[in-house]
Every structure is written in C-alpha cells, then in structure tokens.
T-cell receptor, first 112, second 114 residues
C-alpha cells in the first residue's frame, strides 16, 4: 500500500516570506498527485494536480505554484505569502488501481 | 458540472446508536464512483467506503454501509453501533469514470456522545 509523507506538520511564516511544502509518495509509481487547501471547519479546495513529472494543472489563480521534479515528489511553493494563504494543506496521491485517494497527514500553515 | 450536496452540517448521536449521513449528487454521467471519507480531529483524511455506480449491491465495510440509489442520485452512509472514535467530519465525494478528480461535498460534522 502507498504512503504519503508530508512535511512540515506545522508552519508559522510571516507575510511576504517564501514557502515550500513537500510531499513524497512511497509504494506506488506514476501516481496522480494533488494539493488541497482546507479552511477550518470547511471542505477541500483543489489547488493543483499533476498526472506526471513536470505536468502541473492549476485550479485556482493565486500566488501559489506547484512543481513535480520527480515521479513521487510534489512541491507547493510561494515566493511571497499572504495572510489569506493560511490554512491546512493536504497532499493526495491516486493510482488507477482503486480510484481512491491516499492523503498525507497535512501541514497547518499560519501566516502572521 | 457535477455537484455533491451534504445537507446536514452537523449531527450528534449517542454511542452505540445507528446514524445515517446523507449525500446527494448531480451528474449526467452513467459510470462513476462515490466515496465517503472521514476526517477525525487529527485532520488525517481516511477513506471509509467506496461504491462503483455500475454495481447495484451496496458497499459495506464492517460497521459502515451505504445506501446507493442511482436513480435518485443519493449515496447515504450508515454507521452502525457508533463508537466515540467515529467522531469526525465526513465528506462525500464523486468521481467520473473518465476523470480522476474528486468532487467534494461540504462535509458533515458527526459527534458521538458517551
């Protein structure tokens, strides 16, 4: 079975600082990868998804970006964080075997 | 476009009771998949149960079962003998057969009281 490693678990960053969240996948190859954001007590908002190395699709215009330098590595970045970037960020992986998603444990980002 | 609706923002039941969470969806697709995910206070998203639209038999996983009504576009989750550890947000989600992206409901907060 696949495992998603996501770090850091918690992050407090000042406004205007850069961001890099990393997600790595074990136990599968060529997965579809997803970045979601979740506000407190709310549902999931899809930010980016990737079907392969270097292939990124953006769902929401924002100051965030994503990259997939390796098959099982997915990175969420920002050059300058905004207060509105605060939230809970989840990475998810999907293979074609069962069509479900496997999620990482998430990163709680607070921009101050 | 597909939409998923969870009409119950919050529910509360006593431990050991049975509870049903509702989910409806809107689609013109014939082949698709439906999911229930659980998000406990730790915020880890966990797949609870999955249903293929072409299967008439309702999916079951131990104490969790679904009532899938394709014509009515309804996909409810039943939790039997509820336990304190079932306290969580529950999300219903839809996926087209031709597209691997999940469409999410807004979630139902379930509280199991001792």
């Amino acid at each position: 079975s696949q495992t998603i490693h996501q770090w850091p678990a918690t992050l407090v960053q000042p406004v205007g600082s850069p961001l890099s969240l990393e997600c790595t996948v074990e136990g599968t190859s060529n997965p579809n990868l997803y970045w979601y954001r979740q506000a407190a007590g709310r549902g999931l908002q899809l930010l980016f998804y990737s079907v392969g190395i270097g292939q990124i699709s953006s769902e929401v215009p924002q100051n965030l970006s994503a990259s997939r330098p390796q098959d099982r590595q997915f990175i969420l970045s920002s050059k300058k964080l905004l207060l509105s970037d605060s939230g809970f960020y989840l990475c998810a992986s999907q293979t074609t075997l069962n069509y479900g998603y496997t999620f990482g444990s998430g990163t709680r980002l607070t921009v101050v | 476009a597909q939409t998923v609706t969870q009409s119950q923002p919050e529910m509360s039941v006593q431990e050991a009771e049975t509870v049903t969470l509702s989910c409806t969806y809107d689609t013109s697709e014939n082949n698709y998949y439906l999911f229930w995910y659980k998000q406990p206070p730790s915020r880890q998203m966990i797949l609870v149960i999955r249903q293929e639209a072409y299967k008439q038999q309702n999916a079951t996983e131990n104490r969790f079962s679904v009532n899938f009504q394709k014509a009515a576009k309804s996909f409810s989750l039943k939790i039997s003998d509820s336990q304190l550890g079932d306290t969580a947000m529950y999300f219903c989600a839809f996926m087209k057969d031709s597209n691997y992206q999940l469409i999410w409901g807004a979630g139902t907060k379930l509280i199991i009281k001792p």
